[in-house]
């Protein structure tokens, strides 16, 4: 099995995790619009919310990166020629690289200042909530490598 491959089984998995995600978050958030309305108090909903939500968006800007939807500005692109393009668009995954790497040094960081930290309705370490930074940043340096090495092909 190719990089190739591997990297599209990995963005595979990534996007089921990210859809089961959001489809929790979507009846979290009813049910807890639905408790709101009627008086009811399920703070547990608040938090595992916190926590899907967390790891939701930082995986999901990995799964971005693999399929070449993460923000850009084509203006610059559409002004220049083919070997220009190939240029910017080897540039755009270098400044991704800077920021997978920053993403693994910050959240790293935030983890060894949350080491022994728990939340407050599951009494469950802090750390699991801000794993998810250092994680998509793993990911997303895994996928614009392999965007490097397809492009230099």
């Not at 958030?29 to 703070?43: D, M, T, W, Y």
């Not at 022994?116 to 801000?130: A, T």
Request: glycine share 8%; net charge positive; hydrophobic share 55%.
């Amino acid at each position: 099995m190719g990089l190739k491959q591997i990297s599209e089984k990995i963005n595979q998995l990534l996007e089921v995790v990210c859809g089961v995600f959001l489809i929790t978050l979507f009846v979290l958030l009813l049910v807890q619009v639905g408790n709101r309305l009627v008086k009811i108090s399920s703070s547990w909903i608040d938090e595992t919310i916190q926590f899907l939500l967390a790891w939701f968006v930082f995986l999901g800007s990995a799964v971005l990166v693999h399929k070449t939807d993460h923000i850009s500005v084509d203006l610059l692109a559409e002004k220049l020629n083919g070997t220009g393009q190939k240029l910017l668009r080897y540039l755009v995954l270098v400044s991704i690289l800077a920021v997978g790497g920053f993403m693994i040094y910050c959240g790293n960081n935030l983890i060894l200042h949350t080491v022994g930290k728990k939340s407050p309705i599951f009494d469950l370490p802090l750390v699991f909530w801000y794993l998810s930074i250092p994680t998509s940043g793993v990911l997303i340096i895994f996928f614009a490598l392999t965007k490097m090495i397809q492009r230099l092909k």
